[in-house]
């Protein structure tokens, strides 16, 4: 009676195991395009990060940010059309985040990329790069490595990027704070106090 009655049992949880259905688990695709304004989208193409300029909804030509593989995913990216001394101009921002870690040591970089291109001319007329970089890390007290401590710092490079209303820029960090305005001959920003 045990037999049958432990025969019974292990033909139903087969039937409930094999009724039950299963998921699908389909992934979502994530879309390459990460910024659109006017005619213009940042996107990840080709093995490239890129601003295609389209033309009728088809892309025309495109300007070449940097390579990518295909796991680059940029974040908070923006795409801003302005004018700047009678010329429109178009900031493409994005930050890009990184991990660094082991047994002793976690960096956690954040990097956010501001370029302003000036897009007749496929011509990038600024760039700027903030590295922020949080450190965690051991430290051994002694030379035996009996005691140690966590400590954390955090380490900031370049510039604070601010573009202004009336489309001149500004860049600070601890020490200094440049004003910059756009020089439509160069086809550059320049800074503000030499002009």
């Not at 390459?32 to 009728?56: M, S």
């Not at 990518?68 to 974040?75: E, L």
């Not at 178009?90 to 302003?116: A, V």
């Amino acid at each position: 009676m045990k037999k049958i009655v432990l025969l019974v049992i292990v033909i139903l949880m087969s039937t409930t195991i094999y009724a039950q259905k299963k998921k699908s688990s389909k992934a979502v695709k994530a879309s390459p395009v990460v910024a659109k304004v006017d005619n213009l989208v940042a996107e990840v193409k080709a093995g490239n990060f890129q601003l295609t300029i389209n033309e009728n909804g088809k892309a025309k030509d495109a300007i070449i940010i940097k390579t990518a593989d295909a796991k680059f995913a940029p974040k908070d990216s923006k795409l801003i059309a302005f004018t700047a001394n009678g010329t429109k101009l178009y900031l493409l921002s994005w930050t890009e985040i990184t991990q660094n870690k082991t047994d002793l040591k976690t960096e956690d970089i954040t990097t956010i990329y501001s370029n302003i291109y000036e897009v007749t001319s496929k011509k990038l007329v600024l760039y700027n790069t903030q590295l922020t970089n949080h450190i965690v890390e051991k430290v051994f007290l002694d030379r035996l490595k009996n005691a140690s401590e966590t400590q954390e710092k955090m380490r900031r490079e370049g510039f604070e990027f601010t573009l202004n209303p009336d489309g001149t820029v500004t860049q600070k960090n601890k020490t200094q704070e440049n004003k910059l305005v756009y020089d439509v001959t160069k086809m550059e920003y320049v800074n503000a106090k030499k002009k």
